[in-house]
């Protein structure tokens, strides 16, 4: 079985200070990890991908397969990053049919 | 170009109705997903289709029905509302792997 925990529900921090968002999975093969981010009021949208290797707002994750982890993180947070983020998994094979599995999310709120 | 539309976004019922959550993509997709989002439970997976004619359940289907006729449509059928079922619905959609889904918006029912 996946499963993938998200262990902060809740993180506050001020502008400019740096943020980490933390994953933790649980998949007996080669996962597919991704970030994605609600803003207030708007739809859940993917952030990044850890296949891309890619920094999107100043984002960056990697993945960590002997910690199993995928944490986000950000040098220099922003007000405009608050928002609730959810780490999701999935998994190899061709019976996943592109299935995710999402931790329970973390809200980050950025202080002025 | 409309992406995920889902109907309506706002919902009381009262326990025992019925009713059909409405989503549909426009952007071709096959495979289409069905989320209920409760506070600090993150996402999970009600049923999911990989093409026109298609369904299985997720994670969480009891209480739950889908169809999908078409590509574009998949409706999510509640029979008998129970104050459990209030919730956050979310439909996405993604084509191939690995998914970048595109979600709707969200519909909020309450259970009365």
């Known amino acids: 079985a996946q499963r993938v925990t998200q262990p902060e529900k809740l993180l506050s921090v001020f502008k400019g200070a740096p943020v980490e968002l933390k994953c933790n999975y649980s998949?007996?093969?080669?996962?597919?990890l991704f970030w994605y981010v609600q803003y207030s009021r708007q739809r859940l949208q993917l952030l990044l991908r850890h296949i891309s290797r890619e920094s999107i707002k100043g984002f960056t994750a990697d993945l960590n397969k002997g910690e199993t982890s995928f944490h986000l993180k950000k040098p220099f947070a922003q007000e405009e990053d608050s928002a609730m983020y959810y780490c999701a998994l999935k998994g190899a094979g061709g019976t996943s049919y592109g299935k995710l599995t999402f931790g329970q999310g973390t809200i980050l709120t950025v202080h002025p | 170009n409309a992406g995920v539309t889902q109907t309506p976004k706002f919902r009381i019922l009262k326990i025992g109705q019925s009713m059909t959550l409405q989503c549909a993509q426009d952007m071709n997709h096959n495979y289409m997903y069905w989320y209920r989002q409760d506070p600090g439970m993150g996402l999970k997976l009600i049923y999911y289709s990989v093409g026109a004619g298609i369904t299985d359940k997720g994670e969480v289907p009891n209480g739950y029905n889908v169809s999908r006729s078409t590509t574009e449509d998949f409706p999510l059928r509640l029979e008998l509302a129970a104050p459990s079922q209030t919730s956050v619905y979310f439909c996405?959609?993604?084509?191939?792997?690995?998914?970048?889904?595109?979600f709707g918006s969200g519909t909020r029912l309450t259970v009365v």
């Open positions: 998949y007996s093969g080669s996962p597919e």
């Open positions: 996405a959609s993604s084509y191939g792997s690995p998914p970048g889904y595109t």
